[in-house]
Structures are given as structure tokens and as C-alpha cells.
């Protein structure tokens, strides 16, 4: 069967429509909370949220749907999707959530669920959570005596804090450094700033004043210009900019220049593979990753192994091939020495790791390669499959024939929202804008 709720990163949409409505929530609670409960102990889940004013109404949406069901709740308020991960495992829950549309606008939200073992869900887990919404819930309701309660959980941050901090060698400080930290008045808010200060940084932080409604607003990874702008104006040693839910991020060197997740791969691969601690021979990417960076990595006799997009396909891929380092070009980076799931301030910290160690200004660090041009381009559709139509397909392949096998082309549907992405990678730029402005051009029409 195919899954109809869950996407490639959770349940996501707009805010108070199906998928993402109060009702929908409180299924899942149920579902997932009859799932994952094993044995006779007082089974529990941790919740986590960003800063989204739906965020209230969904978070108490699944805490009717878990406690009916007989499990208890911990609460943490706004906190990021690794720290959910890392305390699932930490608190020995049954199951974590965290309530996030990561990058997308307030008015969208959505749920991701975390085994015991800090991991997101299998497809074939959130099938059988589908499976089980549909049919049958009121058979698993708790007896009166048994229903769960529900609790806060004040030191959540803090605890989190530690976990993070406890990444960065002890040998090493970021005394005498500047770093401008952007966090999207999302979930990392006050965590971010608390972990670069405590670590000696002199920290200026922006987006750190959420109100519902500005999260990711011309902000954080999705907006780096406003990471960039503070790196000038402050004359900062570096910039990081995460998304809603801090577990992606992208960078900037003291001239406010981008460094993206392949440069993150390529720096962090070669650090560890000094010291012996890159696992697996490379490091895992996607159909995305820029070919600049393969082609680094082969000087340094290490691979690039690619996975599909999505986080949850590159942790496949690692655990397959034995890999602790994986990422996506977006800024999505999985090391999973340290955690489950990827975490925008433990890949910050080890790319900081690296500055402090070396003494060399991020810009002489950070940038490892020359990138390949590549074009990305999002069209956006209403309804229908723009891919199958046969113009479409046509026009993709004759596109293909006209790179003559010097660069790619990916164009796949997107998993969190209604566009279309169109990737065109290769030697010949003026060649590859060509390119995908032809199969937007398809697509458009195909979908008009």
C-alpha cells in the first residue's frame, strides 16, 4: 500500500487542513501510541515543537491521542529535532514527536515520530500507523484507571545543551572568535546562542524573537541573506544560519559568503579522515550533491556514495555501508557518532573545530572545492502528475541526449510541498540554464 499521510519526512501541510488538522493528530497519538507500546512498564513519549502558533494546537491534539491510549507524556516546549532524538533515547521513551514544518512558512506544520532508538520511523512503520488510523482505534482505548498523564519537562534545553557542547573536542575553545547565529525564531532560539557562549564565542544572535508567525521569515538557512548581512556588519569570524527546527544549516565565512552542506561534507570528511575517524571509506550524499564534490573526495582517495533526498534515505545508506558521516547539499548533516538524525549545531560545531584548531580564517578553511554549476529550479503545480505527462518526458530526455553524458539532470516531485524540483548539473553553464529553463517550461504547461 501506498502511505498517504506520511511523506518523505513525516506528516506535513497547512496548518488546520487535512492532513495537518486536530483530528488527524490525535489519530495519530492513538495509532502510534498502541504501536509502540510494549509490555507491562508505564510506556511514555517526549514531545518537541518549534515556535508555530498551530504548534499549541497540534501538541494538544497528540497528547489526547497518546494519553487516551495509556501512555505518559513528556512536554518540551520549543526544542530542536535532533535534541527529540537524542532525549527519546536519553529518557528511554517509547517514542518521540516533534511537531515541525522545518523550513516552510508558520501557516504549514507538521509531525515526525522517533523510535526508541532516536532513528525516524520506517515507510513500513508509518504504513502500519496509517493502517491502524483507519481501522479500529476505539478497540485500543485505555481503561479509565490507565489513561496517561501528561507533564512538562523543564530541563529539556538544558539537558540538550550539555549533549551538544559534549561534541566539541576538550581540548579546544572558541575563545576569540565572533559568530553570528541566525535561528529563524525557531526551535533552537535559545539553546543555539547558549551552546556557541558557553564554549567562549563572542555570539550575536538574530531571529531569536518568535512570535507564531515569523518563523523562517526572511530568515535562517532558507534566507541566508540576513546571516550574511550581520557577518559584515559585525565583522564576525563566521555565520550560521538553521532552519525552523535546527536540523539543517547553512554557513557563511567572514566575508558572508555561503558554505553549504557539500563544503560541510568535504571539510568534515577530511578532518576525520586525518585523525582515523571517518568510517566506511567516504561519506554518504545524495542525487543532489554537487559533482565538485565527488571529484575532491576522490583526490583524498575516499567515496561519495548517493542516496536518495531526505535525511531518513542518507541514514539508510550510512548504516548499509557502514559510513558515520552523510548529508544533503541543503545543509542536512547526519554524523552519527554523535547523533541519530541530522543536527545543525553539532555540524556547525565540528566545522568550527576544525577553524579553532587550524587558526585559518573560514574562508581559506571552509571552501575545499570549486563547485560545478549547477541550476536548481522549483516549479510549482495545483494538482495532477506534471512528471507523467509524455511531453514532459519527452522534453527531459531530449534534454539529457544535449548534455551528451557531461553533467545530470534530476527532476523529481517533492515530498513536503506541491512543487516539481528540477536539478541540471554540468561543465557548460549557459548550457544548463538552458536546460531547465526548457523543462520548467514543460512542466508549466503540463501542469496548467
Known sequence: M??????????????????????IAMKVGMAAGRIFTRGEHRHRVVIGKDTRLSGYMVESALVAGFTSVGMDVFLFGPLPTPAVAMLTRSLRADLGVMISASHNAYTDNGIKLFGPDGHKLSDAREQQIENLMANGLEKGLAPSPKIGRAKRIDDAQSRYIELVKGTFPRNLRLDGLRIVVDCAHGAAYKVAPAVLWELGADTVAIGVDPNGANINLDCGSTAPEAMCKKVREVRADFGIALDGDADRLVMADEHGRIIDG????????RSWAKTERLKGGGVVGTVMSNAGLERYLATLNLKLARA?????????EMKGGGYNVGGEQSGHIILSDFCTTGDGLIAALQVLAVIAKE??????????????PQILQNVRFRKGAPLDDPQVKSRIESCRAKLNGNGRILVRKSGTEPVIRIMAEGDDEKLIQAIVNDIASAIEEAAA
Open 2 to 23: 501506498t502511505r498517504k499521510l506520511f511523506g518523505t519526512d513525516g506528516i506535513r501541510g497547512l496548518a488546520n487542513a487535512h492532513p495537518m488538522t486536530a483530528e
Open 262 to 269: 557539500d563544503q560541510v561534507l568535504a571539510l568534515i570528511a
Open 308 to 316: 536518495q533526498v531526505g535525511d531518513r534515505y542518507v541514514i539508510e
Open 359 to 372: 587558526g585559518k580564517p573560514a574562508s581559506a578553511a571552509c571552501h575545499l572545492f570549486e563547485p560545478l
